[in-house]
């Protein structure tokens, strides 16, 4: 994700900033300090902050009381607590305030650098419901889309063919669309076509019409897509799929602006905008003779490329937030929180079905989802099953044999269950063992041994 980011350090002792503001300027952020509330108040005011970062012992102040007053005050800026006082008390009483984390004095750098990023997508999540000007499928902060943006907002007006290239799921019906629908043509039709979808035996009767007894079963005329769409917009979505004989007849429709109907004579004129798209490379096409290159150079006058989703990752909060919004509205339940482990492993996760197949996990999440927050358990099995490999690769990449790569696996799952029980029980220890079904004492014992208390 693009860093950049305005990280707030907000701490009373001067070389604890300074080590900070350091290491966030190392690490590609924009960091901003403040000594106390009034100074971090008036700096929130005035600055977009993506992340705060504070001390939770101020002198004569409370870190806690700023994490209040950008809760009343609506800011999306997640707030990371850092304190010496590291105790599960204090811990779970910001968690329970809504700290984004918690991380005890002296922090591991490795660990504050995790944390930052994950707070920034939660800012970008959060933050995606005042972004008015985007409007989906262009969702997106990441460079590629808006040079994408500023591409279909200089062809949409004109009328020059479009070839719109990217892997399935990427959303490339939605910018021909989208194209449609910011020309003038936009009160005329918009006729998609699937050229996949369609037998090869009838892809000439779909397209460009049959007249009255053209073949068994023509029992009357019957107007094509080209036809219908007569004044507005042709969408050939898997262009690549039309057969050569298609091509031909498509390259002539292109040059002259008419065809003839199956089994007849007259000539009939239409004036169409043409929109295709492909997944597949149309140029490797050209060069082995499965596609005409005429043709090709014809469809191809403006090409517009959808990256995959896996090289836009730092947009997938934004689409979440989009999605959520959507399937929350349809299904009228009230929007969950996002977990901040989900929308990590949402970001990792590679994608291969693209937008289309976030969106599906969103909506399962949505329909699943009890309670307030949308926490790891409601993610399908292929992502829960990714990260736990990447895990394990990374671990056999580090050269770590396999009986440590169970305990540090091990380690990771009890503070995880350990943390999730205090939480649940306000800090109650004697409850979290119960509810883990282990002793007082064995919860203390764990506890210790993971530096929770």
């Not at 990752?313 to 901040?340: G, M, Q, S, Y």
């Not at 770590?400 to 790569?405: C, F, I, W, Y």
């Amino acid at each position: 994700m693009s860093l950049n980011e305005r990280i707030l350090v907000v701490d009373d002792e001067a070389n604890i900033r300074k080590i900070l503001i350091m290491m966030l300027t190392h690490e590609g952020y924009e960091p901003m300090e403040a000594r106390n509330l009034f100074q971090a108040r008036a700096i929130l005011r005035e600055n977009e902050i993506h992340v705060v970062l504070t001390d939770l012992r101020l002198e004569m102040e409370n870190g806690l009381a700023l994490l209040k007053w950008i809760r009343d005050e609506r800011l999306p800026c997640p707030v990371i607590i850092l304190t010496a006082h590291g105790t599960v008390d204090s811990a779970v009483d910001a968690m329970k305030q809504g700290a984004f984390d918690y991380l005890a004095k002296p922090f591991d750098r490795s660990e504050l650098v995790s944390v930052l990023r994950k707070a920034c997508l939660n800012f970008a999540y959060q933050s995606q419901n005042s972004l008015s000007v985007m409007s989906f499928p262009m969702i997106g902060k990441n460079e590629k889309i808006l040079k994408l943006q500023h591409l279909i907002e200089k062809v949409a007006p004109t009328d020059s063919n479009v070839l719109i290239t990217g892997e399935s799921g990427t959303g490339k019906e939605l910018i021909a669309q989208a194209i449609h629908e910011k020309n003038k043509r936009s009160t005329k039709p918009f006729i998609k076509i699937n050229c996949a979808a369609i037998p090869n035996t009838l892809r000439e009767s779909e397209l460009f019409d049959y007249e009255r007894g053209a073949f068994t079963g023509a029992i009357a005329t019957k107007p094509g897509r080209f036809e219908l769409a007569d004044g507005g917009t042709v969408f050939l979505d898997e262009i690549g799929e039309m057969s050569p004989e298609m091509q031909v007849k498509l390259l002539r429709v292109l040059q002259d602006r008419a065809f003839e109907r199956v089994g007849g004579l007259r000539t009939i004129q239409v004036d169409v905008r043409l929109v295709t798209a492909t997944n597949k490379n149309l140029e490797e096409e050209v060069r082995v003779g499965r596609f005409r290159g005429d043709l090709y150079y014809r469809l191809n006058v403006v090409p517009i490329h959808l990256p995959p989703l896996r090289d836009r990752a730092d947009d997938i909060p934004l689409l979440i937030a989009h999605f959520v919004k959507k399937f929350c509205e349809k299904l009228k339940k009230d929007e969950p929180t996002l977990h901040p482990e989900t929308l990590d492993l949402l970001i990792q996760f590679p994608w291969p079905g693209n937008i289309r197949q976030l969106e599906n996990i969103v909506e399962r999440m949505i329909v699943m989802v009890e309670g307030a927050t949308m926490s790891p358990e409601y993610l399908p099995d292929e992502v829960l099953d990714y990260e736990e490999q990447r895990y394990l690769e990374n671990q056999a990449s580090s050269g770590t044999s396999l009986k440590e790569q169970v305990r540090e696996a091990t380690r990771r799952i009890e503070r995880r269950a350990i943390e999730d029980a205090l939480v649940e029980t306000s800090n109650n220890v004697t409850q979290a063992a119960r509810k883990l079904n282990i002793s007082r004492k064995g919860l203390q014992l764990k506890m210790k041994e993971l530096g929770l208390r």
